[in-house]
């Protein structure tokens, strides 16, 4: 299977719309950060924080950011981590789940869900620099004109 056909499967089945209630041993978990190397510090929506990891056939292709909601399954040998991705949760996704009473209450956003720019994201690295117009500018062109028309 060439590169590319590959990364189509996997796309699809990671973040396609297959609308599957998750499984009893399943969890709906936020990711809080990334620790690298393919794993990623969650919080459940008892608030009980650990690891999960990336699978092999996601890593490359599919990226995980903070604040991401995503589904995981327990993994029996872990000690750190704990559990697996199974999938990527996109908005559809979530609005099935929590039309089917599956979404935990906890993870509920206070943030109303009709907002125009939900997608966009605050960049962190850079400074908001607010310039203001001083209206003292505008008054004294404005009298400036009206002393010329005399």
Do not use: C
């Not at 996997?10 to 719309?17: C, P, T």
């Not at 009980?48 to 990891?53: D, G, I, N």
């Not at 559990?83 to 979530?94: F, G, H, L, P, T």
Request: charged share 35%.
């Amino acid at each position: 299977m060439s590169k590319v056909s590959k990364r189509k499967h996997v796309m699809n089945e990671a973040l396609g719309d297959d609308y599957e209630l998750p499984k009893d041993n399943q969890n709906i978990v936020k990711v809080v950060k990334s620790k690298g190397n393919n794993l990623h510090e969650i919080t459940t929506p008892t608030g009980e924080e650990y690891l999960v990891s990336m699978p092999t056939k996601f890593r490359k292709n599919i990226w995980v950011k903070r604040g991401d909601y995503i589904l995981v399954e327990p993994i029996p040998e872990g000690d750190k981590v704990k559990a697996e991705i199974v999938k990527i949760m996109n908005k559809d996704s979530i609005k099935f789940y929590k039309e089917n009473n599956v979404w935990p209450k906890q993870l509920e956003d206070n943030k109303s869900e009709n907002k125009p720019n939900e997608d966009l994201f605050e960049n962190t690295n850079r400074k908001n620099i607010i310039t203001y117009v001083s209206d003292s500018d505008s008054t004294s062109s404005d009298q400036s004109d009206s002393e010329q028309e005399n």
